[in-house]
């Protein structure tokens, strides 16, 4: 069959084969000789490829290889083969020009014998050039800065297959195969062909991409995830050892001396809690976003997973309070709204703290977005967001609430309510906080809970019946108020 020079120049035989002059429209090729002998012009045939002999090599110089491109157009060959090194002659390149030959040039290490078979199983259709185009395809290594189209165009060329993105509006698709960045799935490579060929030549150029793209994924996101370590290092050592666990995390990229806003932010899985699995993709994908950012001196971000939520750390060189940022909307919009974007069906709660200096700063900027994004898990919004100092009383209670004292107290005021189980407790809580709050007026409690006075008279008797404390005494009356509003302040919604 006839094969064009393009062809050639794309299949096996393109691995080592680079074209020196092309005419614009170049014979067809159907078949391939060797040429030993450059006065002997039997392999000089109509539509073949003649590959030169070392031994013609050496007899093709000066004016002898002008001789034999003449020849060449005389017999119509479709392309001369010479190495690299032959040297180049204007009279020559211009008689294949006008004559249509094309001359080809091949490195000067390779095997006259070998470029002649492989020109010959590619002429042929032999089952090799496809094996070999798979193989050449196979050992391509992308430069490192080389652009993904880059990459397919050349994967087209050497596999002989027409290879595409799978966004690419292609018609009908016929193969295809997942390309795989970092155990995550980002793409297909498809072609419209059909075959046992072009399934491979998908596979293959998946993998190319797969791996090329994972290691410029690790590229761009090692400093990210160097300076994440060290974050999470420091929420989490003691205060004995911040001083030094601050010095290493320095070393790793972390801003350490600068002011430091935090963000504490969850999303809720399948089952209304926060999911493992879930946190992890939050926490990539924050990773991901700061990642493409860039640096900037002026502005960093860090994230880190120290416990169920995902903590995003925004460092400054200068006090951002100076300049009455709404910090809150800063944080979301310039970080995490592409995160809530990917996901609109989830329920993401956000905790915001405020600006502090240095390593202790840092810490209590996170440990002020953990109280608020306490406050933030009541809301039922889709993304609720809560600020620290937004909070009044609320902030006050919430801070309480950050010691295991405070908690446990809360829990054993409330346990005979809670001993009537989930859904009687929850409404006896809420009833005793209206009651409470509106300084025993049952008239106005009612009025408070949507309900009849005599409804909250009820409850109240059962309340009371169920607590073991005088609820006409000062002290206990407050005691169970600040407990009332503490369960109703960290309750899920």
């Not at 405070?406 to 009651?435: F, I, N, Q």
């Not at 006409?472 to 009356?477: E, G, V």
Request: proline residues 4%; negative net charge; glycine residues 6%.
């Amino acid at each position: 069959m006839d094969v064009s020079v393009e062809d050639l120049l794309r299949g096996p035989a393109g691995a080592w084969l680079s074209p020196r002059v092309v005419p614009d429209s170049p014979r067809g090729i159907d078949q391939a000789t060797l040429l030993e002998d450059v006065s002997f012009s039997d392999a000089l045939r109509p539509g073949a490829v003649a590959v030169l002999s070392r031994a013609a090599e050496r007899g093709a110089s000066g004016y002898r290889f002008d001789v034999l491109v003449r020849d060449a157009v005389a017999m119509e060959v479709a392309a001369l083969v010479v190495r690299a090194s032959t040297r180049r002659s204007v009279t020559a390149e211009s008689l294949a020009l006008r004559g249509r030959v094309a001359l080809l040039e091949v490195a000067d290490t390779a095997d006259p014998l070998q470029v002649l078979d492989w020109i010959g199983a590619v002429v042929s259709g032999d089952s090799r050039a496809d094996l070999a185009r798979l193989a050449a395809a196979a050992a391509f290594e992308p430069d490192e800065s080389q652009p993904v189209d880059a990459i397919i165009e050349e994967l087209t060329r050497l596999t002989g297959v027409t290879l595409a993105l799978g966004s690419e509006d292609l018609g009908v698709t016929g193969v295809g195969a997942e390309i795989v960045v970092d155990g995550v799935a980002s793409g297909t490579v498809v072609s419209t062909e059909d075959s046992p060929r072009a399934t491979v030549a998908c596979r293959l150029a998946a993998a190319t991409l797969s791996a090329a793209l994972t290691e410029r994924e690790h590229t761009v996101m090692r400093p990210v995830r160097s300076a994440s370590s060290a974050l999470g290092q420091l929420l989490l050592c003691s205060q004995a050892s911040l001083a030094t666990v601050a010095g290493r995390a320095v070393d790793a990229g972390l801003a350490v001396d600068g002011w430091h806003c935090a963000v504490r932010v969850t999303v809720d899985g399948a089952s209304g809690e926060p999911d493992e699995a879930v946190l992890a993709a939050l926490e990539q994908q924050v990773a991901q976003v700061i990642a493409r950012r860039g640096r900037d001196p002026r502005v960093s971000w860090t994230v880190a997973r120290p416990d169920v939520s995902v903590v995003l750390v925004r460092t400054t060189r200068a006090d951002p309070r100076r300049r009455s940022e709404p910090l809150g909307r800063v944080m979301v919009d310039e970080v995490l709204r592409e995160v809530f974007d990917r996901a609109p069906d989830d329920r993401f709660r956000v905790g915001v703290g405020t600006p502090h200096d240095g390593a202790s700063g840092l810490r209590i900027s996170v440990e002020e977005a953990r109280i608020a994004l306490a406050s933030a898990q009541l809301k039922d919004d889709a993304v609720s967001i809560a600020t620290f100092d937004a909070l009044g009383l609320r902030r006050m209670l919430a801070e309480w609430l950050a010691t295991d004292t405070a908690r446990d107290t809360v829990r054993d005021l409330l346990a005979p309510l809670d001993a009537l189980g989930p859904e009687k407790s929850a409404l006896a809580v809420e009833t005793l906080h209206a009651y409470l709050d509106e300084r025993g007026s049952l008239k106005r409690a009612a009025a408070r809970l949507n309900v009849h006075r005599n409804a909250v008279v009820y409850r109240m008797g059962q309340i009371a019946d169920c607590l073991p404390y005088d609820l006409t005494d000062a002290d206990d009356r407050f005691t169970l108020q600040l407990a009332c509003r503490a369960r109703l302040m960290t309750a899920k919604p």
